[in-house]
């Protein structure tokens, strides 16, 4: 017979067991719970992260113009895409939705595959490439064109000769400014819709090639020589004032006056000890800072030097020019067959490749504006189906 003692012993025994066997199932299942919602939390980390990515990836993505799809425009011969009748020198950027694409349609034939006579070509976009309208400005190719107020200038070259056009950047409106016979026009830019700088080139009865540097004060109807000499050449300068420009010449920055022509020395050796000024010279139109390149002359790699700061900020090895917009700085940088994207948010102090697997880069022309955007033609390669296959216009649109 159990007694009163014994019997409440057994009972304090039993709960104390029971107690440990509920601790120990409350305890299993909090572990299965924390190992549940870790597992849930998890993986809605990664659904997050993997959303974000797609966001990342969908707002810096490259948006592909095909000019197969582009009223108007046929296939070449009913086989080749359309875009390889043209063939564009310079892609002109007015913001991020006004883009010019223009050269010729050098690249066209008839239906016996003899080329066409060569007309001059531009491709307008007025809403960030979405459409693209085709403007015909006579025969010839265009060369280049600058931005000037609300008109564009262009250089028409035709056998030799050259003409000046002034448009609307529409180009529902253009007309030719002056014709140059026998003479070639590089190297263009305007201070003022008035005021002008460019390069003439032509041969002379003994076939050596003459070159000038000149200005116009009329809007390019009427050009003088400067009487300018630059020993190394003259392609990089920007305008000072209405009638100054600066450029770099023997590792010194030289403002000269093209009315007066008086010459003087703004700074020297510009290239610090153990580099080489390659005599680039540009504005970043953010800050109006200006800049130039210097090349290392122990190992040729490529930095950028800001010429207010002294600052000289190594470039990624590749690159072979920059693009700036205030702290951003972007460029393409070839890599074997493929190029990448390559940009830094911060001067240089951190840089950020995005690599292009997905079609070659043509190396020219390309066109960039502000943070990010980038345009450049390419050819598809790795397309399915077949058929959205080869050539493309391609535009680069950053995060917003």
């Known amino acids: 017979m159990i007694n009163e003692v014994d019997f409440k012993q057994l009972v304090a025994k039993a709960q104390k067991e029971t107690r440990e066997v509920v601790k120990k199932v409350g305890d299993k299942l909090k572990e299965y719970r924390d190992k549940y919602f870790s597992v849930i939390f998890l993986l809605l980390a990664i659904f997050f992260s993997l959303e974000s990515c797609q966001h990342k990836k969908a707002n810096r993505s490259w948006e592909l113009v095909d000019f197969n799809k582009i009223p108007g425009e046929t296939l070449l011969n009913n086989f080749f895409d359309a875009l390889s009748k043209y063939r564009f020198n310079q892609i002109l950027v007015l913001n991020k939705e006004h883009v010019i694409l223009l050269g010729d349609n050098s690249g066209d034939s008839d239906e016996d595959y003899a080329a ?110 400067m009487g300018l000499h630059v020993s190394d050449g003259f392609g990089a300068y920007v305008f000072a004032s209405a009638n100054e420009i600066e450029y770099i010449e023997a ?40 800049y130039t390149y210097l090349e290392k002359a122990s190992n040729k790699e490529l930095s950028l030097k800001n010429l207010k700061t002294q600052e000289v900020t190594p470039l990624p090895k590749g690159s072979d020019h920059l693009e700036i917009f205030g702290d951003y700085y972007h460029t393409m940088v070839k890599e074997g067959a493929y190029y990448n994207y390559v940009w830094t948010a911060d001067k240089g102090k951190t840089w950020h490749t995005e690599e292009l697997r997905d079609f070659f880069v043509t190396p020219s022309p390309m066109g960039y504006y502000g943070k990010g955007y980038t345009y450049a033609l390419v050819t598809l390669f790795n397309a399915k189906p077949e058929a959205k296959k080869g050539g493309r216009f391609a535009i680069r649109k950053p995060s917003q």
């Open 116 to 225: 066409k006579e060569k007309e001059a070509i531009v491709f307008v976009s007025a809403d960030g490439g979405k459409t693209l309208k085709k403007r015909v400005l006579g025969k010839g190719t265009l060369r280049e064109a600058v931005s000037v107020g609300r008109i564009v200038v262009l250089v028409n070259e035709n056998g030799g000769s050259s003409q000046l056009i002034k448009a609307l950047p529409s180009f529902e409106k253009w007309e030719v400014i002056q014709e140059f016979k026998n003479e070639e026009i590089n190297n263009i830019n305007f201070y003022s819709t008035t005021v002008g700088v460019a390069s003439f080139y032509r041969e002379t009865s003994d076939q050596e090639a003459k070159s000038e540097i000149r200005y116009t004060l009329d809007g390019g109807k009427t050009w003088k020589n």
């Open 251 to 290: 590792n010194q920055l030289i403002r000269f006056n093209f009315i007066t022509g008086e010459r003087t020395v703004s700074s020297q050796k510009i290239a610090p000890e153990g580099y080489v000024c390659e005599g680039s010279y540009f504005r970043d139109p953010v800050s109006r800072e200006t």
